[in-house]
T-cell receptor, first 113, second 113 residues
């Protein structure tokens, strides 16, 4: 599985747009990029997944440049409730390593008033 | 749908004791897995199952056993608890391959003294 690198922590004020970038230099052709969110004392929750260009849903947008060696999770107008840890995962639908997701340490986002 | 349920929510064990953490899902998901999360760390995969009767090891399988006799249930057994197994344990399930959206349970906080 491709290794990912994300900032350990980020701070933001309410109402701002937050962009969390994930590096995955050795991403393979078949790899998808997936982001999860985890609140304290809860299990992670799926946010968004993409392969290339841009994906948007009701929660976030995911930007993936042409070389796919990085991706950016964009959270529009964050609120206090967006304070959480965000994980970037890269994996292959047909990986020979079997069923394994590497969550890493994620990015701890703190939103303040 | 109850989603993914885990019991117990909290547990304290003495070193050497054994116990089973229960996990059940009512979404008819084929894939189920167990993760542990230590303070300041991401999630690490312990064991996973791609269907009833099929299990495999993840990143940190030592000291744990699993079985999958039904689609719904995926219990995790601690054979002889050690302080190093103090952690929060999350069970997850998904409909399809590893990149399918994973649904996580609320977690079990285990302390081994």
């Amino acid at each position: 599985l491709a290794k990912t690198t994300q900032p350990i922590s980020m701070d933001s004020y309410e109402g701002q747009e937050v962009n969390i970038t994930c590096s995955h230099n050795n991403i393979a052709t078949n790899d998808y990029i997936t982001w999860y969110q985890q609140f304290p004392s809860q299990g992670p929750r799926f946010i968004i997944q993409g392969y290339k260009t841009k994906v948007t849903n009701e929660v976030a947008s995911l930007f993936i440049p042409a070389d796919r060696k990085s991706s950016t999770l964009s959270l529009p107008r964050v609120s206090l409730s967006d304070t959480a840890v965000y994980y970037c995962l890269v994996g292959d639908e047909y990986s020979n390593s079997g069923y394994a997701l590497n969550f890493g340490k994620g990015t701890s986002l703190l939103v303040t008033p | 749908n109850a989603g993914v349920t885990q019991t117990p929510k909290f547990q304290v064990l003495k070193t050497g004791q054994s116990m089973t953490l229960q996990c059940a899902q009512d979404m008819n998901h084929e894939y189920m897995s167990w993760y542990r999360q230590d303070p300041g760390m991401g999630l690490r995969l312990i064991h996973y199952s791609v269907g009833a009767g099929i299990t495999d090891q993840g990143e940190v399988p030592n000291g744990y056993n699993v079985s999958r006799s039904t689609t719904e249930d995926f219990p995790l057994r601690l054979l002889s608890a050690a302080p190093s197994q103090t952690s929060v344990y999350f069970c997850a399930s998904s409909f399809g391959q590893e990149l399918a959206e994973q649904y996580f349970g609320p977690g079990t906080r285990l302390t081994v003294t």
